[in-house]
């Protein structure tokens, strides 16, 4: 049975806004599950009304079991850490991280005991008598983990923690919380809006779009096999073509005048049918292409250099604009801004997205503006 | 750090003159009296003086306490859960500006001097309608302070951090949200201290013993007393305020706000 249980809940505001609409959602004990979406996608909303900050409209939620909807949040025992840290600014760090064990009556000398224990689970065991703003940004954060950790709560909730703080503390941050998650076994819903987060610390993400799921899955198949277009435009980065059927059976597309195979399913679209098409910049490469290998010509336009790797953009015709991300190899020379090169890729790394008419002269490369729609068929790209 | 400039000097010192300039008036008047000093000596002595002084100055911190209790709960709730009816109560708190104290005092008598609430009619229960009373004039003082304090923390995330720790609600207002507003409850407490202290119309037609009407009744047989007494009652208000200021440095209320360091 699942620990946490979401079922049909829905979430109307007073105006009339729906935030939440019929949202069904299952997580097993000990599962990181994290919520990703843009902002306004009601994933905020969803948090805070499995935390009991705010009322479903309709729906019930449960917590092992037990139907917790009408309950307050100060009787729910989970615990939430928030993206303004919300550490009591009158209190020293062994304060605000005893103070959910003082509400419970526990003898000091076992709130002493667990708060000792959660320092250094997080490191900052020489900074229990300092008050928040003695510490950093990161070190705070820190501690309103350990706070919310302190009362052993049934479900750990965190939203956006890491979006106040630089990107190499949230790196470092991100990898911790997993860390303390794993060790302790506790099940984690998390919220945010940065896809990275979200595929490198969760089991299942759940993406979310104008307050319905759009997906569930692990990492992996929500990047690999996105199951509306929304999801393959928003999480990661896409050469998306528009393309004419030339083959329904075969699944053979045009895009400008240069033909590729797919292995999407075009058979309810009639030949010279107008199709979307995209492929991940990752699964396109340089070189004598392997066989059965689609080929597509066009002029390097940029060089970008990311660190890592290096993010070339081709035009292949008026219309069409192609990102490619290779290694930064020194052995491997990078082709002149101006040159012609040829780009392979597998037929099962193309996605197909659901038709829509594009803007006249679009060229769309790259990470685009999420757009909802059914996807066609989805395949792992190469 | 830049040094001040001259002009910046200037207007300090024309700020110093018009301050300290009839305060130097009265002590320079209150040391006519022959001998020097006696002025003081008798005030000192005068029982009167030292009781007004202390009745007065237990009204005040009555006064703080209860504002405190009445107005810290409002403005909380009125942040937290019914922001739209903000305007209006803060148009309320400012009534107190508007009705001069002789009304309110008018109305208190009316309203207290017969049954079913005949306050008036016991020495406590008039007492009591005097602290009610003063924290109808501190209203505006410390609903301001108490809800620029409130801006200044982020009182609807620390409300939902100690809620999900277990918290009840008077348990919030009493360790989470009360010790975070304390600098801004002094400066409140300061303003409440300094209207009791001088206070006279209300005081004097309740009745009461309080310092404002033993002022004025000295100021009527006496020459040099009352510029001692101003001074003395002027030197032990910023006193009283500068311990209320020592006390409330107790613990830090540094705030630090996602992404600040």
Redesign the interface.
């Known amino acids: 049975m699942a620990f946490l249980e979401l079922q049909s809940v829905h979430k109307r505001f007073g105006g009339g806004t729906v935030a939440v609409s019929g949202v069904d959602l299952s997580v097993d004990k000990g599962e990181f599950v994290s919520f990703l979406g843009p902002s306004g996608c009601g994933k905020t909303t969803t948090l805070r009304m499995i935390a009991g900050f705010e009322r479903p409209t309709s729906g019930r939620v449960r917590v092992d079991g037990v139907d917790v909807t009408d309950k307050p949040p100060n009787q729910r025992n989970i615990g939430m850490v928030f993206q303004s840290y919300a550490l009591f600014p009158n209190m020293t760090v062994a304060a605000n991280i005893g103070y959910g064990l003082r509400i419970r009556h526990v003898d000091r000398k076992r709130i002493g005991d667990r708060v000792t224990e959660l320092l250094a689970l997080i490191h900052l065991e020489d900074r229990a008598g300092r008050y928040p703003w003695q510490l950093s940004g990161g070190q705070q954060q820190r501690v309103a983990l350990a706070r919310a950790l302190a009362i052993e709560p049934q479900l750990l909730l965190l939203d956006e923690p890491l979006s106040a703080l630089d990107a190499k503390i949230r790196l470092a941050l991100r990898q911790e919380i997993r860390s303390i998650q794993r060790q302790l076994g506790i099940t984690t819903v998390y919220v945010t809006h940065d896809q990275e987060e979200a595929l490198s610390l969760s089991d299942r993400i759940v993406v979310m779009n104008d307050g319905h799921v759009e997906q569930v899955g692990a990492p992996a198949e929500v990047y690999g096999r996105p199951a509306s277009s929304f999801v393959a435009r928003f999480i990661g980065h896409l050469n998306i073509f528009e393309a004419h059927v030339v083959d329904p059976a075969t699944g053979r597309v045009r895009v400008g005048d240069q033909e590729i195979r797919t292995s999407i399913g075009l058979s309810g679209h009639v030949r010279e049918a107008r199709v979307q098409i995209a492929v991940r910049p990752e699964s396109l490469r340089f070189g004598e292409p392997p066989a059965g290998f689609n080929v597509l010509r066009g002029t390097v336009g940029d060089v970008v250099f990311l660190g890592a790797t290096v993010r070339l953009r081709l035009r292949i015709d008026d219309r069409h604009e192609v990102s490619v991300d290779t290694f930064n190899d020194a052995a491997t020379p990078l082709p002149d801004i101006g040159s012609t090169v040829s780009i392979a890729f597998p037929p099962g790394a193309v996605l197909g997205l659901d038709h829509e008419p594009a803007a006249e002269g679009a060229a769309h490369a790259a990470s685009s503006s999420p757009r909802g729609g059914a996807i066609l068929s989805a395949s792992v790209g190469g | 750090m830049r040094r001040p400039s001259l002009t910046g000097w200037l207007i300090v010192a024309l700020f110093a003159i018009y301050f300290l300039l009839p305060l130097l008036g009265t002590l320079l008047f209150s040391l006519k009296a022959r001998p020097a000093f006696q002025a003081y000596v008798n005030v000192l002595k005068d029982p009167g003086f030292v009781g007004s002084l202390t009745y007065s100055f237990v009204i005040a911190v009555l006064t703080i306490l209860a504002s405190i209790a009445i107005v810290v709960p409002t403005a909380y709730w009125v942040r937290l859960r019914y922001p739209r009816i903000r305007p209006f109560v803060e148009f309320v708190t400012l009534l107190p500006f508007v009705v001069p104290p002789v009304v309110l005092v008018f109305g208190l008598i009316r309203t207290f001097s017969a049954p079913p609430l005949a306050l008036t009619s016991t020495s406590v229960g008039t007492d009591a309608l005097l602290v009610a009373a003063y924290a109808v004039l501190a209203l505006p003082y410390m609903y301001r302070s108490a809800d620029v304090g409130m801006r200044a ?2 009182i609807a ?2 409300t ?9 609600p008077l ?1 919030i207002l009493w ?2 949200i009360l ?2 507003l ?1 600098s801004a409850l002094i400066s409140g407490a300061f303003l409440t201290l300094a209207i009791v202290m001088g206070e006279y119309t209300i005081a004097s037609f309740l009745t009461r013993p309080a310092f404002g009407p033993y002022l004025s009744l000295l100021g009527q047989d006496r020459a040099y007393e009352p510029a001692a007494v101003s001074l003395i009652s002027f030197a032990i208000t910023w006193l009283a305020m500068g311990v209320i200021g020592l006390v409330g440095r107790g ?11």
Request: proline share 7%; no cysteine.
């Open positions: 923390i982020d995330t620390l939902e951090a100690a809620q999900s720790m277990g918290a009840g348990r360790q989470v010790p975070n304390r613990s830090p209320n540094r705030v630090q706000l996602a992404g600040a360091r």
